[in-house]
């Protein structure tokens, strides 16, 4: 058999059109360039593997509530409950009882262009969704966990239709027209809270990259709100924004100092 070039060979493995029957003659060729190939392609396999592994254990809790009858379940996330500044957004999500996508996850171990895609294709393809933006002010009004419960019940209230059970992160939440469960790092042990904390995160990382264009100093952009030190140093320099959380003692320091100077 006459022996394919490596430009060849690496558009086959690039497009995946490589069979076991190629792959076991592939593996008897000494050139290093093909065993570089045949070894990038395995590695890639098995990675690809334990993401398919890793979505069907996501599964489940909607695998077993499915089962239990219900036909509709929603995922709750929050994003933004730690940071100095900006609002906390909850997301809910139903998705349809056959959704794939594999390398859901927490959106905190996803890059950017992951979340970004993501976030559309959950949106496309989900059966509702809702999403929730509490303020910095209510959250000083009421405290983080009260406005973090608040933007959670407000995005379960505009899923249509309304879920039969519902999985949250962490939080309990009483008062829901149907059964719920909080789940200890939920995000990444079900996909429908994985999907909700994609939208959640998404949706307030571009309010904070708003809020950026406003008051730059504070690099909005980048921390997302968090303390960096960046972000101290020049909440120190300048006081505090209207998007600062007065209540978070970071924040209420600098102003009493501001006050006290």
Do not use: W
């Amino acid at each position: 058999m006459k022996k394919q070039s490596i430009a060849n060979l690496k558009q086959l493995f690039r497009t995946d059109n490589i069979d076991d029957k190629l792959l076991q003659e592939l593996k008897k060729d000494n050139r290093k360039g093909v065993q570089m190939l045949i070894e990038g392609y395995e590695k890639q396999k098995i990675k690809e593997q334990a993401l398919e592994l890793a979505f069907e254990e996501m599964c489940f809790y909607e695998n077993h509530h499915y089962a239990s009858g219900c036909r509709y379940i929603a995922g709750v996330d929050e994003a933004g409950r730690g940071p100095l500044a900006g609002p906390v957004v909850a997301a809910a999500v139903i998705l349809p009882q056959d959704f794939r996508l594999i390398g859901l996850n927490d959106s905190k171990q996803l890059n950017e262009t992951q979340r970004n895609a993501f976030f559309t294709i959950i949106k496309e393809n989900a059966v509702s969704f809702g999403i929730s933006i509490v303020t910095n002010q209510q959250i000083d009004d009421i405290n983080i966990l009260e406005a973090t419960k608040l933007a959670m019940r407000d995005a379960i209230s505009q899923l249509n239709p309304i879920a039969d059970h519902v999985l949250i992160d962490a939080v309990e939440l009483d008062g829901l027209t149907c059964s719920s469960e909080a789940i200890i790092k939920g995000d990444s042990k079900s996909i429908s809270i994985a999907a909700a904390s994609v939208l959640a995160k998404v949706t307030r990382d571009r309010i904070m990259k708003d809020i950026h264009t406003e008051y730059p100093v504070y690099d909005f952009q980048s921390n997302m709100g968090y303390g960096t030190k960046h972000h101290m140093d020049n909440l120190k320099k300048y006081g505090a924004s209207p998007y600062h959380r007065e209540s978070f003692s970071p924040v209420r320091n600098v102003m009493l100092d501001d006050i006290n100077e």
